[in-house]
Every structure is written in structure tokens, then in C-alpha cells.
């Protein structure tokens, strides 16, 4: 099918965008049936609102208290208790001395 770029206007800010030919294609490769609503820079803002910006939403971070050296430390994970959980700098020296007893 042949596309044509289409002048669509923007949802949220009201502006005119171009719906090129090749985002067109694309679209109906990818099954898309709708056209876009909203123009890139909202569409970006949108996501960011969304999703922290980052794609993801942001990690829950727990407080622990490293099993070597005793300090308090932030790990992206709920400890179970049944395993030591270290601090950055205490779990580097695990992962160095694992290797070299290779």
C-alpha cells in the first residue's frame, strides 16, 4: 500500500504533527489500526509521567545490615533471611575472593 504523510493535531497541546508515510508503514506492520493522538514531544511526556522516565518504575530499595562488616547499606531486593546480604564494598571482596579460589 502506498502511504501519504498526514497532518494530524496533537490531543494534549493542540499543535499539528506529521504522520509520515514511513511511521504509516510501519504502523500497519506492526498491526497498529489507530493513528497516533498525540505529537512526539507529548507522547515522550506522557511516558515520563508514566514511568518514572526511565522505562521502569523506580526500584523499592530495603535497609539492611551488612552480614561482614556491619554497616547499614540499601540492597534492591527484600531480604528472606536465610542468606547473608553485604554492602556494595563487602559484596565486591565476595565476588574478588570467589574468583580467585577458581
Do not use: I
Not at 42 to 64: I, K, W, Y
Amino acid at each position: 500500500m502506498n502511504y501519504e504523510d498526514k497532518t494530524l493535531t496533537c490531543l494534549d497541546c493542540g499543535q499539528p504533527f506529521t504522520f509520515s508515510a514511513d511511521d504509516q508503514s510501519y504502523h500497519a506492520l506492526k498491526g497498529f489500526t489507530n493513528e497516533p493522538n498525540r505529537c512526539e514531544s507529548c507522547r515522550q511526556a506522557r511516558r515520563n509521567e508514566r514511568d518514572g522516565g526511565f522505562g521502569q518504575s523506580p526500584r523499592e530499595m530495603h535497609t539492611v545490615v551488612c552480614a561482614e562488616c556491619g554497616k547499614d547499606a540499601t540492597v534492591p531486593f527484600q531480604p528472606r533471611g536465610d542468606r547473608p546480604v553485604y554492602c556494595s564494598d563487602c559484596f565486591s571482596k565476595q565476588k574478588t575472593s570467589a574468583r580467585s579460589s577458581w
